[in-house]
């Protein structure tokens, strides 16, 4: 099984912590990982972004036409990134922040209050970790114990109550999705 | 040892190193191979190792050089610019015959450039860089793993051959986080012996490292030495990848990471029946010209497409080894671009593979 | 030998038997000697690296009975510190000219001075190029003429020469840095005494050491090897005046 996922958003959106999140989690699962943080010019446009490809087979490209999963946080992120879903892919667009909605009719698209649903686990800023939550329901990359394990070592130097809401942000996007 | 753990390129030049046997690394900030240093310095004394951040480029590599004279597994890693500065010592290294590693992780240039991934340091490596004949053992990963693998193996050539080793690679394998495994662990007590490092004269007969002498026909001694040691190094130590190479019509040639990608091509042309195939040079120096040439005389070639970060570098040992039996095509992407799977197989479809 | 003679001179056994190709009244044979009995009287010869520069100095690689490094033009310290660091038993020296030293090398030495590395660097200042044929150096005094100040150095034109020593004296690394000279019987007994207490800093293990030997050329300067003792004591010193600018607590 392979799974690519690209995540968007501003700096500061936590958007490569969603792209460690699953890396790490995967490997963890025994399977081959490949992360990119992504600079230079994909910055432009106000967006952060990484690449990950997890596989049972050491990982091919790093540079891909198109994704399977599309996280975007932020309106430029939707306009850069909506095209580049596959056909038959996931688009999960944080809808507490982007206004525009797709028109694409091949590709399944996840509105997800991101901001309003970590507000209610606890702090806003936990937005990256719901939408996590949605990706790890539709696209299986790992476990759910796994990813929940990997977001308490992530998140265990910010102390208890950082880990419990990041945790309960999962479940709120996993949820949703 | 043998556990799958998600690392940065960069950190991976760190502990590949550590585990070569390495205890010593001296280098100076350069984006994007800062957490290469910055690993060293946190590792290395948790080994018993020593990290100096030296004043220059140029300070680091003959901190390299005067650790290598006294016999030790030393390495430095740098990018593009930083390189540049240490030709004077590479080559200082290179006429003393001492073993070091050397790490590019190569950016956009020429100048000050920018920090995206490139190819553009070939030239440097391969021909190379600094002033005389002489020639670094160039390694090219394509991936973590490799780059693992690479490493080590640089290790132990340049002490083999008492010659700097240079693993190439650029900002994207450097800034990548990638499941690695470390397989080998050099065991310390089992490095080889160097009788004729500076360790102190203690009763022997005296050791001088030099790259220095005044006597003509001993200087050209020297070097024919030195190129007696390259024709072995050439014989023995050509790698490289073939992948579907053997059969193929179109065959890409290229390293490192547009390695990677070419190998992804292959694979998506292969499952449209397109006979494509891959000749990835592993070791950039010495170049797999033999097996280039064995390529390019077979009847199912039609011709080669070079892809490269750069205006076409590798393009030219591609073009001296097929030596004009077959057309060679080139694509490039320079200034931190780097090709996707796509655009490389349309230009593929777009070339006249039957000829004029 | 008869009982009443006693040898008060022989050659030293750190000093290869080969002719020297030193110019006629150069003073880099006398410094060699000085560095060689000090090395001798310390019991420091087996576990020394000599690292060795570019320039008149760069002939040393066969003059020392020592193992020996032959590095870039300037960068003796950096290759010193890697030799140092890499093993730390071993006692490190550089020899060094002023062009070597305090032009392009300057980075070099600051800061292997700055880090306080404890290798010891002899530093022979006879304020003109000698191996490429008398350029001017960076310590070439105001009004001398040389290759490329065909009208005598001028402060506003070439700069001021440069008092390497005073210079790193600011500096917190070093733990010895003294100005010596040899031009004559005194001064290179002087300078003797400068070299040893150097030394001593690098085998206490209290930092970085450097002596400044100002030193002559005649065949470049266009003197005499007399008259080029006696321009040491009428020109040289009273630019780069002789005595220790550090020497910490504990030497």
């Known amino acids: 099984m392979e799974m690519e996922l690209l995540a968007a958003g501003f700096g500061g959106q936590g958007v490569l912590m969603i792209g460690q999140l699953v890396a790490l989690s995967a490997v963890d699962e025994n399977k081959f990982a490949l992360f990119f943080p992504s600079y230079g010019p994909a910055m432009r446009g106000g967006t952060a972004n990484c690449i990950v490809i997890i596989g049972d087979k050491p990982i091919g490209s790093p540079i891909l036409n198109e994704h399977e999963h599309v996280i975007v946080m932020n309106n430029p992120s939707f306009t850069k990134f909506e095209p580049l879903v596959k056909k038959g892919g996931h688009l999960y667009v944080n809808s507490s922040l982007v206004s525009e909605k797709s028109t694409r009719s091949d590709i399944q698209v996840h509105y997800i209050d991101a901001n309003d649903l970590a507000g209610k686990a606890g702090a806003n800023v936990a937005a990256n970790i719901v939408m996590l939550g949605s990706l790890l329901k539709v696209s299986h990359f790992s476990a759910y114990e796994i990813a929940e394990k990997w977001i308490q070592k992530k998140f265990a130097g910010k102390g208890e109550k950082v880990v419990k809401i990041n945790l309960s942000a999962l479940k709120a996007g996993f949820e949703k999705a | 040892m043998g556990e799958k753990i998600l690392m940065k390129g960069a950190e991976v030049l760190g502990e590949s190193a550590i585990k070569a046997g390495c205890r010593l690394f001296f280098g100076y900030p350069i984006t994007p191979q800062n957490e290469a240093p910055s690993y060293m310095a946190k590792r290395l004394p948790e080994v018993g190792g020593v990290f100096v951040q030296a004043e220059s480029e140029v300070a680091a590599i003959n901190m390299l050089y005067g650790a290598a004279a006294s016999g030790h597994r030393v390495m430095t890693s740098s990018s593009s610019p930083g390189i540049s500065l240490m030709q004077e010592g590479i080559s200082y290294i290179a006429g003393a015959q001492l073993p070091v590693v050397l790490v590019n992780v190569m950016r956009g240039g020429p100048g000050l450039g920018n920090i995206g991934p490139a190819q553009g340091d070939y030239f440097q490596s391969v021909k190379p860089g600094g002033n005389g004949d002489y020639h670094l053992i160039t390694l090219a990963p394509m991936n973590l ?212 | ?198 030394f001593t800093a690098q085998m206490k293990g209290l930092g970085f050491s450097l002596v400044e030997i100002l030193s002559t050329c005649p065949t470049n300067w266009g003197f005499s090897p007399v008259q080029s003792l006696k321009r040491i004591d009428e020109e040289t010193i009273p630019y780069y005046p002789l005595g220790e600018f550090k020497a910490v607590e504990g030497l």
């Not at chain 3, 009982?3 to 190709?21: A, D």
């Not at chain 3, 300037?74 to 030293?101: C, E, H, I, M, W």
């Not at chain 3, 980075?107 to 490429?132: D, L, Q, S, W």
């Open chain 3, 1 to 198: 030998m008869s009982p009443e003679l006693k040898q008060i001179f022989k050659p030293s056994p750190i000093l290869t038997p080969i002719q020297r190709s030193f110019c006629p009244g150069c003073t880099h044979g006398v410094i060699h000697r000085l560095v060689a009995e000090c090395l001798e009287e310390l019991q420091l010869a087996e576990k020394t690296v000599l690292v060795i520069p570019v320039g008149c100095a760069t002939l040393a690689v066969d003059y020392f009975e020592l193992d020996t490094i032959q590095s870039a033009h300037g960068r003796a310290p950096a290759v010193a510190t890697g030799v140092k660091r890499s093993n730390p038993d071993l006692f490190v020296v550089t020899y060094q000219g002023d062009g070597d030293l305090a032009s392009i090398g300057t980075a070099e030495i600051v800061h292997a001075a700055n880090r306080g590395e404890k290798i010891t660097t002899i530093f022979v200042n006879n304020g003109i190029y000698g191996m490429t044929g008398g350029q001017m150096a960076p310590t070439t005094l105001i009004g001398w003429k040389t290759e490329t100040s065909p009208y005598g150095r001028e402060a506003s034109r070439e700069g001021n020469p440069i008092r390497i020593s005073e210079m790193l004296s600011q500096l917190n690394g070093p733990a010895y840095i003294a100005r010596t000279a040899v031009n004559s019987p005194k001064a290179v007994l002087g300078t003797k005494r400068a070299i040893k207490k150097a």
């Open chain 2, 145 to 356: 793993q490799e780059q693992i693998d690479l490493i080590y193996d640089a290790f132990e050539l340049a002490d083999e051959y008492r010659n700097p080793a240079m693993v190439l690679t650029d900002g994207l394998l450097g800034q990548i986080m990638e499941a690695v495994e470390f397989h080998r662990e050099k065991d310390l007590s089992s490095l080889p012996a160097k009788p004729w490092a500076t360790t102190g004269i203690n009763h022997r007969k005296k050791n001088l490292i030099s790259s220095f002498d005044l006597d003509y026909d001993r200087l050209e001694a020297i070097n024919h030495q030195i190129q007696d040691k390259y024709r072995i190094v050439k014989e023995k130590e050509v790698r490289y990848e073939s992948y579907f190479a053997d059969d193929a019509e179109v065959i890409l040639v290229a390293y490192g990471t547009t390695g990677r990608i070419c190998k992804a091509v292959v694979d998506i042309l292969r499952s449209e029946k397109y006979s494509v195939g891959l000749l990835r040079p592993i070791s950039l120096w010495p170049f797999p010209e033999k097996i280039l040439q064995q390529l390019a005389q077979k009847s199912t070639t039609k011709g080669f497409l070079v892809v490269e970060l750069s205006a076409g570098q590798m393009v030219e040992d591609v073009k001296i080894s097929v030596n004009g039996v077959k057309p060679i095509h080139f694509h490039g992407r320079m200034g931190g671009n780097v090709p996707s799977p796509k655009e490389i197989i349309d230009i593929i479809k777009t070339i006249q593979w039957e000829g004029k």
